[in-house]
Structure formats: structure tokens, C-alpha cells
């Protein structure tokens, strides 16, 4: 009740008030600092593509904390590849205190439309997408959708990228390392889902800022930095010196020993 008033005085995102609530977890600047940003410039529509262990998955239970403290979200659907659902729900539970249901556990097998019953979710994409969970999951109302190893919906063809699209839901942060493998229109396609319009037609995008014979070098790179910086937050090992050690290779030379028989 007390921060409930605070909250209605100050309703804000320039203070966390998730931040005494987490456990087991020092949290570094930059992600205190990105899920701050996403909450209060992005407007909960993001895309976190910060570089291979830098922790998007703690900013992502950051801003859910947050939203959930406020009053603003109830229901969570978090989308994952198989193999890591189990560490979502450790990780979620372990450090966040949330606990939710997984897509294999049995008490959400035992339940004719599961997808319904529960607030909080972490199920597998690739079991999301198909017959008979794909229409339940799309008759379902999220506020708040996460979806780790995103860059498996660069293709707006799959089934995968058009669940998510057709999702119905407030909030949406895409997690990936790699937005861009092959193609910038991968990125496109990304931002697409997040905000449509924000980088206009696959078309005129392409046009702008692609070069002609080379699908991976950008043009008016200035003018699409800017554009995608309203959605895309990705923080670098060299600018947030969460690993300050640095590696050594050394060699140990070793005498071959031959045994007689």
C-alpha cells in the first residue's frame, strides 16, 4: 500500500523501484541504464541487442519487474527456443522472484487452453507456432511478450515471425545478439514487428538504405543510426566493462614420452 502511494506521486521511470525487490544479483549500470531507457523513451517496444553475455536477459526481467510492481502488466508470455526454457524460469524465479509456468510442466498439459489460464508463461516458440496451440495463444491477451534468440523471425514468411506479429499485446522487447546476419532486411523485419512504420515499406527501406549489389552495407547510415536508435539498445564488453580481465594465451611445452612394451 505504502508504495502504492509513492508510486501515484511519482510515477515516473527515472527511479527503479524493482531494484530492492531482485536477489541474488548485483546488476551492472548499463543494464540498469537500458532497462530505464526502454521503460521511459521506448515505451516498452524494444529490441536488446546487447553483444553475447551481457545479460539481456536481466534487463528483460528489469523492465517486467518494473511493469508488474506498477500495475501496468498482469500477463507475461515469454518465447524462447526449447533448450532455454528451463534457464528462463530459473533465472526468473531465482533472481526476480516470479514464478512461471512452463509449456512442458504438467500442470499446463493438464489444461484444455492453457495459454488462457495462466499470467505468466514461458513456452517455446517452436510449439507456440503450430496447430492446435497456435490459435489459442493468438485468442489470448498478453501485456507484455518477450522473445529471446530473436533473430529466428528476420524472415516475415515464417510461421514463427507471423505468430508473433498477430500477437495481442502492449509490450514487446525482441532479444538478439545477431539482428543482422545476412541481410539489413532482417533488421527491417525486427524493427518491423516492434514499431511498423518506423523504418517505412520493406520497399522504400531497401531503396534508402541499402547498397545496390551488396545486402550487408548500409546507405544514409546517419540517418538510419537515428532511426534505429528509438528502438534498439545494444551495449558493447569494450564500453561497459563488465569483464575487466583480460585473456592470456600461454604455451606449455610438453616432452613425448615413449612407453615400452
Known sequence: HRQALDLSFSPGFD???SLPVVKNLIPF???INTARHVLKNLRGRALLCDEVGLGKTIEAGFIAMEYLLRGLVRRILILTPPSLVEQWRLEMHS???L???TYDSDSFRARSNPWACYPLIIASLDTAKRTPHREMVLEANY???IVDE???LKNQRTQAYQLVAQLKK???LLLTATPVENDLEELFNLITLLAPGQLETASSFKRKYITRGDPLKPRNTEALKRLVREIMVRNRRSDTAAIISRRKA???RSEERRVGK
Do not use: G, P, S, T
Request: proline share 0%; no cysteine; hydrophobic share 50%.
Open 95 to 97: 533472481k526476480f522472484n
Open 250 to 252: 600461454e604455451i606449455i
Open 99 to 101: 514464478d512461471f509456468v
Open 143 to 145: 501485456d507484455l511478450v
Open 29 to 31: 549500470d548499463y543494464q
Open 15 to 17: 527511479a527503479l523501484i
Open 170 to 172: 502492449k509490450y514487446i
Open 150 to 152: 530473436a533473430h529466428h
